[in-house]
């Protein structure tokens, strides 16, 4: 009988790196939101400029035929207002927890009485159905387990028709849970994140963003209320 050596497993290099950025993120329970941040202006800083290469060309697609009002659900400083602005079909709103960023938001342009200081788990200051549309980007997965259903309801409550949600899910398709990097966020899987939608909206379905780190990928979050 021949003997033949073993061979050298070989190492998937993505996949080290994916172990080395989930040790790096700090698992902890879930807790209160980092809102302290939504007050720092390298903060707001960033916001500027974080989409341009992927979630602000996608949203342009999203709503390019759309109609009506509008709400930016945790708008921050209001550049993907201004995107959006653009087309005349469409009339957008916004809103933040953030007095500084929507500050930013009123400086850039927009018109005051389009955007307010809210928190997204309770948009009391808006009236069910108000808008044909609404939108969140990379907002969603920094609040509590209790915050997205919240957050989510409340979307629904103010939205007749078309609702988008940009958020990252783990690229291991485990529910990681509450992790710390610069922010505090969930990393969990398509599955956890479809329970909370199919809750509220009858009609959800995932579709990919180009936005990707080493730990997530971006998706867009798409639902559709019934008649």
Known sequence: MKWWPKKKKTRNPENSKRRKAQQEAKTMAPGEQDL?????????????????????????????????????????????MEILGRFPALEIHGCD??????????????APDRVKVADATNLECYETGQFRHSYSIGSLEHFTESGIDDFVRESHRVTTG??????????????????????????????????????????????PS?????????????CQKGN
């Not at 290469?53 to 109609?67: G, K, N, S, T």
């Not at 927890?97 to 927009?110: P, T």
């Not at 990252?168 to 899987?189: A, L, Y």
């Not at 180009?210 to 798409?222: P, Q, R, Y």
């Open 162 to 207: 078309f609702s988008a949600h940009m958020i990252p899910i783990s690229r291991s398709g485990e529910d990681e849970g509450w992790m710390k990097t610069v922010q505090s966020f969930f990393n969990n899987s398509e599955s956890w994140w479809r329970a909370k939608f199919e809750k509220y909206y009858d009609t959800v379905v995932f579709s």
């Open 97 to 110: 927890i953030s007095d500084l960023l929507i500050r930013r938001a009123a400086d850039r342009g927009l």
């Open 36 to 80: 302290d941040l939504y007050w720092d202006p390298k903060m707001a800083d960033l916001l500027e400029t974080w989409g341009e290469a992927h979630v602000w060309r996608e949203v342009r697609l999203l709503f390019w035929q759309a109609q009506g009002k509008v709400l930016d659900i945790a708008c921050g400083t209001g550049k993907t």
């Open 210 to 222: 180009g936005w990707e780190d080493k730990i997530s990928v971006g998706v867009w979050i798409l």
